[in-house]
């Protein structure tokens, strides 16, 4: 499945979650969680962070698809509504 890492993630305002003035994507985010997660084999992590974070539309299989969603969900560094609206961009991107 083809995800569009170039998204922009919202607030709950409808506006862009911003770091530094810096619009967060879904493809910088799952780059930083995947950065920082502790399961899952390091390199595979790697692997996923690199194509993450270069953005455009990248090739995913369900596997990582469901391995990006979990360490989401277990990410101590996105804020509820972020890890929540990141979510929702990747499922609907994996559709």
Do not use: Q, W, Y
């Amino acid at each position: 499945m083809k995800i569009n890492l170039d998204i922009t993630i919202n607030n709950l305002d409808g506006n862009a979650f911003k770091e530094n003035n810096k619009e967060i994507t879904l493809g910088g985010l799952l780059a930083s969680c995947l950065d920082n997660a502790k399961e899952g084999g390091r390199m595979k992590l790697f692997v996923l962070a690199k194509k993450c974070h270069k953005g455009g539309k990248v090739e995913f299989d369900e596997a990582d698809i469901s391995m990006m969603r979990k360490i989401l969900e277990s990410s101590p560094i996105a804020s509820n509504v972020l890890m929540g609206n990141a979510i929702l961009l990747l499922d609907t991107e994996s559709k």
